[in-house]
């Protein structure tokens, strides 16, 4: 795991979210609800998806803890945000980006990996901000050769 360590500027999104648990996982409700719905997001910055994950304070991974997930679109203004549908902005901060190719079989070792070894072994420690996935062009559904850019939010230890 070599991840690049990035900044990402404020940046504003319009989308649909659900507070959920890790046992009682409902993304795929989330994003059954936006994806028909996501060309009504006007302003639209590319055509990368978004899935943030808002992390309550001091996040124990626990399965049962509740955090919100978004559905979302990164978009240059805020005004005519469609019905059912809210504004998210995730300020500016740094972040450790990793890059994830396969399905959703290997995701959760890959998460756990980043949480459980690189990330005690780096010089940094998790930041709370929101934690996301960018969906662009070679992500494909659930398949082997769909590829993501994960965004884990960090600032530097205090050693």
């Known amino acids: ?22 046992t009682d996982y409902r993304a ?15 302003n639209a910055i590319g055509t990368e998806l978004y899935n943030i994950q808002i992390n309550p304070e001091n996040f124990d991974f626990n399965p049962n803890t509740p955090f919100v997930k978004w559905a979302a679109r990164a978009v240059t203004s805020i ?7 809210e504004v998210l902005v995730v300020p500016e ?3 450790a980006v990793f890059h994830y190719q396969g399905d959703q079989n290997n995701a959760a070792s890959f998460f756990n990996q980043i949480y459980t070894v690189w990330l005690p072994n780096s010089d940094y420690e998790l930041d709370s901000r929101p934690q996301f996935e ?19 939010p960090i600032k530097s230890r205090n050693r």
């Open 28 to 42: 795929f409700e989330l994003w059954s609800r936006f994806m028909p719905r996501r060309y009504e997001i006007q």
């Open 1 to 22: 795991m070599n991840p690049k360590i990035k900044l990402f500027p404020k940046t504003q999104f319009i989308g649909q979210n659900l507070s959920f648990t890790y």
């Open 79 to 85: 005004e005519n945000v469609p019905n059912n549908m």
């Open 93 to 95: 901060g740094l972040y």
């Open 134 to 152: 960018i969906l662009g062009e070679k992500y494909k559904n659930n398949d082997p050769s769909s590829e993501e850019e994960i965004w884990i």
